[in-house]
């Protein structure tokens, strides 16, 4: 599947990832890490990652791929938009710098890989419950929660929708 040129270069696997973030480490950026589904970008969506973002330098996003969300069991019919479709409309967000699709069940593995010096989740964990607290702790970063907005969620969108 071919995309715009701008969308594209911020779409990576592991090896154009590790080239972007070697070029951050050279020029001493903070690089911030979330991961999620973002099946339906909705308001709360933006919000949180325009916050994290303002938390570093750069934005590495990690996308459930689509099998990941179907085993995460949120419901039988999501995701709704395909892992391609979500990685597009995610990259023409501007707060988005990279984003890397994730297959396995946590995003333990990539945030490994990825050694950010921010780790971000929503404020509905528990900050020692993130997946990767230990990587990012154990380097001296910082692992923080943002507030989520209330009301707007992809389950709330997909009822109202079914309504």
């Known amino acids: 599947m071919s ?4 969308l594209s270069s911020k779409l990576h696997n592991k090896e154009t990832l590790k080239a972007f973030l070697e070029d951050c480490k050279i020029n001493g950026k903070k690089v911030v890490f979330t991961n999620g589904c973002f099946d339906i970008l909705h308001r709360g969506h933006v919000e949180y990652l325009s916050m994290a973002r303002d938390l570093g330098d750069v934005m590495v996003l990690g996308l459930n791929t689509d099998s990941s969300v179907k085993r ?5 019919e999501r995701p709704i938009n395909s892992e391609d479709t979500r990685a597009v409309i995610l990259a023409g967000l501007e707060c ?20 950010p010096d921010v780790l971000v989740k929503g404020d509905d964990y528990k900050v020692e419950d993130i997946v990767g607290y230990d990587i ?8 923080i929660t943002i507030p989520l907005v209330k009301g707007f969620s992809t389950t709330n969108l997909i009822a109202k929708m079914k309504q």
């Open 3 to 6: 995309f715009h040129h701008k």
């Open 72 to 76: 995460l069991g949120k419901s039988p």
């Open 96 to 115: 988005v710098d990279a984003i890397i699709l994730f297959d396995e069940d946590t995003p333990h593995e990539l945030i490994h890989f990825v050694q």
């Open 136 to 143: 990012v702790t154990a380097k001296g970063g910082k692992v």
